[in-house]
Nanobody, 120 residues
Framework: QVQPVESGGGLVQPGGSLRLSCAAS????????VGWYRRAPGKQRELVAR???????NYADSVKDRFTISRDIAKNTVYLQMNTLKPEDTAVYYC??????????????WGQGTQVTVSS
């Protein structure tokens, strides 16, 4: 079973950029649909970006044109490039890998999360 591990979070000023990584062990990540979720304090979990097994990407309106999801099959890693970051992007970001490309519920394998803080 695939096990995702996130990295790359940190503190960044508004307008800055970060790249999150979701490295996988146990299985090839390109066999799964992969999504990036975030949960901010006091808010519901939000699916911000996802990539299908075929490589098609989708984004939440809140991050469209600022975030880019991509994958490197050779490195068995999915990335989330985050540009023009805003304070409201502050959250714990989680990587999820699921075999069926249907994004409801808590199915699939979850990473432990990585904190992103956008603040001056």
């Amino acid at each position: 079973q695939v096990q995702p591990v996130e990295s790359g979070g940190g503190l960044v000023q508004p307008g800055g950029s970060l790249r999150l990584s979701c490295a996988a062990s146990g299985s090839a990540l390109n066999l799964y649909a992969v999504g990036w979720y975030r949960r901010a304090p006091g808010k519901q979990r939000e699916l911000v970006a996802r990539i299908s097994r075929g490589g098609s990407a989708n984004y939440a309106d809140s991050v469209k044109d600022r975030f880019t999801i991509s994958r490197d099959i050779a490195k068995n890693t999915v990335y989330l490039q985050m540009n023009t970051l805003k304070p409201e992007d502050t959250a714990v970001y989680y990587c999820n890998a699921r075999f069926i490309d249907v994004w409801v519920g808590d199915s699939g394998s979850w990473g432990q999360g990585t904190q992103v803080t956008v603040s001056s």
